[in-house]
């Protein structure tokens, strides 16, 4: 992954561009932000009821362990009780990745892009309790703003600058690779009770499901969260949810067999959500982060 | 197979017998395919059952090569969609196997 300041390569939208459609981005998303911010608060809080634990001279129920050594000891080790205590509050790392592939605009995902990132972004930084990066990708995997630096209004500017949706592949596997990378980075840096989730907003096209499917699980062994956003444009004619896949599977005598399926099918992310309009995602995206905690609870 | 470049597209055709029009349904496929592979996609879709063998045209230009050889000459990625139409072959068959 190529950090910005390393690279000597401008990025194609100007700053003052790039803030006038961060202010109508956020301008679309206002009031959403909010919403999404407080439904993510009631998922995100640590879920574990608090614990009764310690040895306190006062408390809530008696440490049964400690009553022998405490009549043993003529009643002086008196550190018999249990108390309730808080849970330690969990950090996360959230990295939102979204497509800048050329599809993205041929399929007019574009504005949905925009107001997707700077709606979660706002929303995250309202819950303030983790940090933040954003990473674009297409052919190239770039991240363009660190889990180490603040958001602002003018740092959602400068991700915007870098965003034109011309790249022209779409490399799934490689964005799923090179995340898992920069999270194994951050988590060095950071203590026990760390959560990583990311969020990729894509228009959804990708090849070689089954090698990303591979990397999607390696992901989950890695304790990383993964949420796919399909962005579905305003194309009425064209939704992701009627495309066909076509494929070739080898039948017994190895011959090559033609097969059509709905593309979804083999879709090799387990969480995503399909989502029309912007103000669809707040739902969207609590739903399917319920959805995840739910079936991590349930493992 | 897996590891291939794929691009969407959609069939269209101008033959007014109804049997052969297939549904507008965008297609991620091999960019790798010729016009055997897409005749063979076009026959599925319809459910024929006899086969018929198509020509495909993209902008009204004969479709002579695969996909991604038309892509490259376009000047074009494979995060297009392509429109392609396709009509009942005309050229004979033997000719027609050539490429
Ligand atoms: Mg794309």
């Not at chain 1, 870098?162 to 898992?180: C, G, M, N, P, R």
Request: glycine share 4%.
């Amino acid at each position: 992954v190529v950090k910005i300041e390393e690279s000597s390569l401008l990025p194609p939208r100007s700053i003052d561009e790039a803030r006038k459609l961060w202010k109508k981005s956020e301008m679309k998303i206002v009031e959403l932000a909010s919403g999404l911010s407080e439904q993510l608060r009631l998922i995100l809080e640590p879920t574990q009821a608090t614990k009764l634990r310690g040895d306190y001279k006062t408390g809530k129920r008696l440490n049964m362990k400690r009553i022998i050594p405490y009549i043993a000891s003529q009643f002086r080790k008196d550190k018999i009780w249990l108390r309730r205590t808080k849970p330690s509050k969990r950090q996360y790392q959230i990295m939102i990745a979204v497509d800048d592939s050329k599809s993205m605009s041929e399929s007019k995902s574009v504005d949905l892009a925009f107001q997707s990132i700077c709606l979660v972004s706002k929303a995250l930084t309202q819950l303030e309790s983790g940090d933040l990066s954003i990473v674009k990708f297409g052919e190239t995997i770039r991240e363009v703003h660190h889990f180490d630096q603040q958001f602002s209004t003018e740092s959602g500017a400068k991700i915007f600058q870098w965003f034109d949706f011309q790249e022209t592949k779409t490399d799934v596997k490689k964005l799923v690779a090179e995340s898992i990378k920069i999270f194994d980075f951050a988590r060095a840096t950071s203590n026990n009770d760390l959560w990583q989730l990311e969020i990729i907003i894509s228009d959804g096209v990708c090849e070689d499901h089954e090698t990303i499917q591979r990397l999607v699980r390696r992901a989950r062994e890695n304790k990383i969260m993964l949420v796919f956003v399909i962005v579905d444009g305003i194309n009425s004619n064209e939704s992701i949810m009627d495309m066909s896949q076509v494929k070739y599977v080898s039948d017994q005598t190895g011959n090559m067999q033609l097969k059509v399926e709905k593309y979804l099918d083999t879709f090799p992310f387990e969480f995503y959500v399909v989502v029309h309009d912007i103000s669809e995602l707040p739902e969207m995206l609590s739903l399917i982060l319920r959805q995840y905690f739910s079936e991590l609870a349930s493992v | 197979m897996s590891d291939e470049a794929q691009v969407k597209l959609r069939f269209f055709t101008r033959e007014e017998d109804e049997s052969l029009k297939v549904d507008d349904t965008t297609l991620y496929a091999p960019v790798s395919l010729k016009r055997y592979g897409l005749s063979e996609i076009v026959n599925h879709l319809l459910g024929l059952e006899k086969t018929v063998p198509f020509d495909f045209l993209i902008d009204g230009e004969l479709l002579r090569t695969s996909l991604d050889d038309y892509l490259v000459k376009k000047g074009l990625s494979s995060e297009t969609c392509l429109n392609v139409e396709y009509t009942r072959a005309v050229l004979p068959p033997s000719y027609l196997s050539s490429f």
